[in-house]
């Protein structure tokens, strides 16, 4: 089945050392998303890439980093993850960025910084 | 900038009653798109349903429909003949409807609904 693929689903990492959080798809979509969900909080847009178009949100801090080496692919990078890091990261695709696309949620890695 | 707000952290309800998701949200905007995920335990988030603003009718998909208040900012959804696997975080979320540029959605925090037996 066509989907959204999070690897890995659970990762552990210390105070300050770089992480790598990967998205795989399978639907062609133009569109990826990475959210980030804190416990009992509502899932937060960070960034999103229209094909090789790179949008950062506003308030996204630098500590967090994306690339999209292709259309099935993007990697979230946290250079140097501190306690607050610590959340629920959603990968999502949409074909296009319009509320008419609906997106497609991955099953989110959870991330512990120790 | 939108706000949806979900004043319901928790909510119970038994197999096969119905039970209603409150959500309330707060635009400018006249053209907009208003959303319920479900996110299963450990398992990705999915769409219910969908309701664009500009239509009166309310939106219905199988045992789930929306009351969409469009002049008191509100957007329930009501689920019908619970079901044990209805048990999951709901988020309501809201997209604005753009010509140009493009637009994100914003979510609630979410209730967590829990069908028993």
């Keep these: 089945d066509a989907m959204v693929i999070q690897n890995p689903r659970y990762q552990v990492t210390q105070f300050g050392k770089p992480v790598t959080l990967s998205c795989s798809q399978t639907l062609n979509h133009n569109v990826m998303y990475w959210y980030q969900q804190k416990s ?32 099935s692919f993007c990697f979230l990078d946290i ?21 008419f696309d609906e997106q497609f949620f991955g099953p989110g890695t959870r991330l512990t910084v120790l | 900038a939108q706000t ?50 500009y239509k009166q009718q309310n939106a219905t998909e199988n045992r789930f429909s929306v009351n969409f208040q469009k002049a008191a900012k509100s957007f329930s959804l009501k689920i019908s003949d619970s079901q044990l696997g209805d048990t999951a975080m709901y988020f309501c979320a809201f997209m604005n409807h753009m010509n140009s540029g493009y637009s994100t959605l914003t979510f609630g925090k979410g209730t967590m609904l829990l069908v028993s037996p």
């Excluded at chain 1, 094909?51 to 994306?66: C, G, I, L």
């Excluded at chain 1, 140097?80 to 509320?99: I, N, Q, V, W």
């Excluded at chain 2, 707000?5 to 208003?34: I, W």
Aim: glycine share 2%; aromatic share 12%.
């Design chain 2, 4 to 53: 949806v707000t979900q004043s319901q952290p928790e909510m119970s309800v038994q197999e096969a009653e119905t039970v209603t998701l409150s959500c309330t949200y707060d635009t400018s905007e006249s053209n907009y798109y208003l959303f319920w995920y479900k996110q299963p335990p450990s398992r990705q988030m999915i769409l219910v349903i969908r309701q664009e603003a």
């Design chain 1, 40 to 71: 009992s909080q509502a899932p937060k847009l960070l960034f999103h890439y229209y094909d090789k178009d790179f949008n950062n949100e506003a308030d996204t801090p630098d500590n967090f980093q994306s690339r999209r080496p292709n259309t």
């Design chain 1, 79 to 99: 250079r140097s993850p501190g306690l607050g890091d610590a959340a629920m990261y959603l990968c999502a695709t949409s074909k296009r960025l319009t509320a």
